[in-house]
């Protein structure tokens, strides 16, 4: 691995860290590096440390668009963790809320039923 890739991977690292936190960052890394090491890297080099980091979106509406997508294409998982790190980049629980009960009409009922689900039980999850 090269120099650039390896500081891009840190960049990227340091970016999900600011988002999710620095002990849940570690625990998904950790995760991600034992499923698919390959994922890690990409996710972190990429997804974390080239689009999150990118002008034009502040961390909370790019923290919303990705709410609305996972529960558009019903990833609770990926749901999940974003939720966290949407409260975490200035979104409110009520915003969350409300955006998922918009999605309703567009991504289906059942759609946002869950995500709301998922949505209480990671408030829940935060509060303890």
Do not use: C
């Amino acid at each position: 691995m090269n120099e650039d890739h390896q500081e891009r991977i840190q960049k990227g690292f340091e970016q999900f860290e600011k988002m999710a936190g620095a002990e849940r960052a570690a625990v998904v890394r950790k995760e991600w590096g034992r499923i698919s090491p390959e994922f890690e890297e990409f996710v972190l080099s990429v997804l974390s440390g080239e689009v999150w980091t990118r002008p034009g979106l502040d961390l909370k509406s790019r923290s919303l668009v990705t709410i609305a997508a996972l529960t558009s294409i019903g990833r609770p998982r990926g749901l999940a963790l974003n939720i966290e790190m949407g409260l975490k980049n200035g979104l409110t629980r009520e915003e969350i809320r409300e955006a998922l009960v918009h999605l309703a009409f567009y991504a289906g009922f059942p759609a946002a039923w869950e995500a709301l689900q998922t949505a209480d039980e990671v408030f829940t999850r935060v509060d303890d």
